[in-house]
């Protein structure tokens, strides 16, 4: 019999501790496992993996593993999403932040004027003089500033955004390993990190609480059946592999991160 101390579950294995130390074994999965009781259980969030068993059988050893399930409809969740009680907000590099009303701030901008800074800079150090280093030190503090005011009117929007519709809160992802997760660069966590510190002030202004939540299978869970895998999503396109849902990823995510708030609290 395993359990949480002893047994780890992934999406693609399993870790089990033997008197030998940790062993990992792959899950044996069909080809497609919409519809099967991997999909209704292991790679659902709404259920909860509680024990274990290790069985031999014909030879071969099967882990059967039991799982709870919340048979509660979701429908409040969702309703309640819809009324605008949490905005979930999801942050990227191709869209620097979609929200789950459907709202997107492309990062088009910022990565424009991030190559034009860095352009800038490489000429200047060409030179070498002490002229052209303190135009670097100049193109930085502009740099900067025109980060800073494009980050204020994002976080502006946002907060206006969950204001019309009737938000109390507003939900990001957990900004820990956010540049692991997205492939972000420095530049990139630095304006996450900026951004969510202007919408938390700004949103306390106004009555709202920010929050922030787990990511994990956000962008891989679809938001209308609960589905999680991760070939559910394919770059920027989401389509569900159990009820054929089709969306943005990344509003698919933003609205997933609202739920996930919701069953939280």
Same mark, same amino acid.
């Given at each position: 019999?395993?359990?949480?101390?002893t047994?780890?579950?992934?999406?693609?294995?399993?870790?089990?501790? %033997?008197?030998?130390?940790r062993i *990992?074994?792959n899950?044996e999965?069909? &080809?497609?496992?919409? $519809?099967?009781?991997?999909? !209704?259980?292991?790679?659902?969030?709404?259920?909860?993996?509680t024990?274990a068993?290790?069985?031999r059988?014909?030879?071969e050893?099967q882990?059967?593993?039991?799982?709870t399930a919340?048979?509660?409809?979701?429908t409040?969740?969702?309703?309640?999403?819809?009324?605008g009680t949490?905005?979930?907000?999801d942050?990227g590099?191709?869209?620097?932040?979609?929200?789950s009303?459907? %709202?997107?701030?492309?990062?088009? *901008?910022?990565?424009h004027?991030?190559? &034009?800074?860095e352009? $800038?800079?490489?000429?200047? !150090?060409e030179?070498g003089?002490?002229?052209?280093?303190?135009?670097?030190?100049?193109?930085?503090r502009?740099?900067?500033?025109?980060?800073?005011?494009?980050l204020h009117?994002?976080?502006n929007e946002?907060?206006?955004?969950?204001?019309?519709?009737g938000?109390?809160v507003?939900?990001?992802?957990?900004l820990t390993?956010?540049r692991?997760?997205?492939?972000?660069s420095?530049g990139?966590?630095?304006?996450?990190?900026?951004?969510?510190?202007?919408?938390?002030?700004k949103?306390?202004?106004?009555?709202?609480?920010?929050?922030q939540v787990n990511?994990e299978n956000?962008?891989?869970?679809?938001s209308?059946?609960?589905f999680?895998?991760?070939?559910?999503?394919?770059g920027?396109?989401?389509?569900?592999?159990?009820c054929?849902?089709q969306?943005d990823?990344?509003?698919?995510?933003?609205?997933?991160?609202?739920?996930?708030y919701?069953r939280?609290?």
């Amino acid at each position: 019999m395993y359990e949480s101390r002893t047994a780890t579950f992934h999406d693609e294995y399993v870790s089990l501790a %033997t008197v030998d130390g940790r062993i *990992e074994a792959n899950h044996e999965l069909p &080809e497609n496992p919409a $519809r099967t009781p991997h999909q !209704q259980y292991l790679f659902n969030d709404d259920s909860d993996i509680t024990s274990a068993e290790l069985h031999r059988q014909h030879g071969e050893w099967q882990l059967h593993i039991c799982c709870t399930a919340d048979v509660e409809s979701d429908t409040p969740a969702r309703a309640a999403t819809e009324n605008g009680t949490v905005l979930g907000v999801d942050l990227g590099v191709t869209q620097l932040a979609v929200t789950s009303t459907g %709202t997107f701030w492309s990062g088009d *901008e910022c990565d424009h004027w991030r190559r &034009e800074y860095e352009k $800038r800079r490489g000429d200047l !150090q060409e030179h070498g003089t002490r002229w052209a280093h303190e135009n670097i030190q100049s193109v930085g503090r502009e740099e900067e500033g025109r980060f800073t005011q494009t980050l204020h009117r994002i976080s502006n929007e946002l907060v206006t955004k969950a204001r019309e519709n009737g938000c109390t809160v507003i939900a990001f992802e957990n900004l820990t390993g956010i540049r692991e997760r997205t492939g972000a660069s420095w530049g990139h966590k630095w304006a996450f990190n900026r951004l969510y510190a202007y919408v938390e002030y700004k949103a306390e202004a106004h009555g709202l609480t920010v929050e922030q939540v787990n990511p994990e299978n956000t962008s891989r869970r679809c938001s209308e059946c609960g589905f999680t895998h991760p070939e559910n999503r394919d770059g920027t396109h989401f389509e569900c592999l159990n009820c054929e849902y089709q969306n943005d990823a990344d509003y698919n995510a933003a609205k997933n991160i609202g739920l996930r708030y919701l069953r939280q609290n």
